[in-house]
């Protein structure tokens, strides 16, 4: 296992699970590994799995989680009792309402949103690509509907 996870855009650009059929959303950090669907990271450079049907290697820290995500992710309106999220959009512009407030985010551009708050990014046509870090995370079981 390794202690660090070197993730570059181009590899990202390339996964099999970023592509317009597919789910459009990559774990690379986790509280835990939750499933078959991920693997504790060997290396500490990061690369996609050849084929969805193969585990994708993550960085395991508790507490924290980090995907990457763009327009073709399944986005549900939530809130979390303990995490705090920061989305950071690498490409593209995208559209987030958070607590009834509408942010138009646009490369380098980033929100903060503190536990509780409803939030949800907002299908409107746009591409991007955005990072999202959870802070203070309880992983899958922190993550309600709004």
């Excluded at 317009?20 to 590994?33: E, F, H, I």
């Excluded at 799995?49 to 994708?56: E, K, R, T, V």
């Excluded at 980033?110 to 046509?125: L, S």
């Amino acid at each position: 296992m390794t202690s660090s996870l070197f993730v570059q855009m181009a590899k990202i650009q390339t996964d099999p699970a970023m592509q317009p059929d597919a789910r459009g959303a990559r774990k690379l950090a986790v509280t835990q590994v939750y499933n078959q669907a991920e693997a504790p990271a060997r290396d500490s450079r990061w690369e996609p799995p050849p084929d969805a049907q193969q585990p994708c290697p993550v960085l395991e820290l508790p507490g924290t989680e980090m995907a990457v995500f763009n327009e073709h992710a399944d986005q549900q309106r939530h809130f979390h009792e303990q995490a705090t999220e920061i989305y950071v959009v690498a490409n593209g512009s995208m559209v987030v309402e958070v607590d009834g407030a509408i942010h138009h985010l646009h490369p380098g551009d980033a929100v903060i949103i503190g536990p509780g708050v409803p939030h949800e990014i907002r299908k409107q046509g746009l591409k991007f690509t955005s990072y999202v870090i959870s802070s203070n995370c309880g992983g899958p079981r922190d993550k309600f509907p709004a």
